[in-house]
């Protein structure tokens, strides 16, 4: 069960229902893990604003790779919300199932594309070993070059803040939607 209250434009005060209007007009709505951010109506806005500049404004790193570290980090942290919907648009936007399967099997992502499972192993050292090997690290950036090395780190981290956010708040998945495994059926 949700632990604070999922929120509507109709529940925050009226000086603060553009917030959730800014929220829902950069995805076209507002994701019930933003419903539950908006308890702290601010501090929903600056964190829309952060995904909002990283997917939408200013991309620079592509679809394919957004969603490798994405579900990496959902698998780290255990998040069967951001892993079930994540799975749907990886899969949406081509990313091959190999690689969805070798970060669900977790250990080291051998048989997948070099480029594939570089950014596999840099969000896993970024988030188990707090810190980033240099062939790892000089690897990506080879790939994408400093600054969308940068919004990489940053993408890391904002994902990762979601995925604490949800287990925190304790959020489900929305009625109708069926969770995508995240592990192997023993």
Known sequence: MTR?????????PQEK???????SSSRGHVARPF???LNSPDVASKVAMLGEQ???V???????IREI??????K???CQYVWTHHCETAKEIGLRTEVIEAIKKGGPPRRLMPKEAVFIQFTK??????AVRSPTYAAVEHLLGQQATVDLIVSIGYYTMMCISINALDLELEEGIEPIPLKDED
């Open 17 to 23: 229902q553009h917030l959730y209007e800014s929220i």
């Open 54 to 56: 990283l997917r939408y």
């Open 69 to 74: 570290i994405t579900l990496t980090i959902a």
């Open 76 to 78: 780290v942290f255990n």
């Open 125 to 130: 050292e970024i988030l188990e070993d707090k």
């Open 35 to 37: 419903e539950a951010l």
């Open 4 to 12: 604070v209250p999922l929120i509507n434009k109709q529940d925050l």
């Open 58 to 64: 200013t991309p620079t790193i592509s679809p394919e």
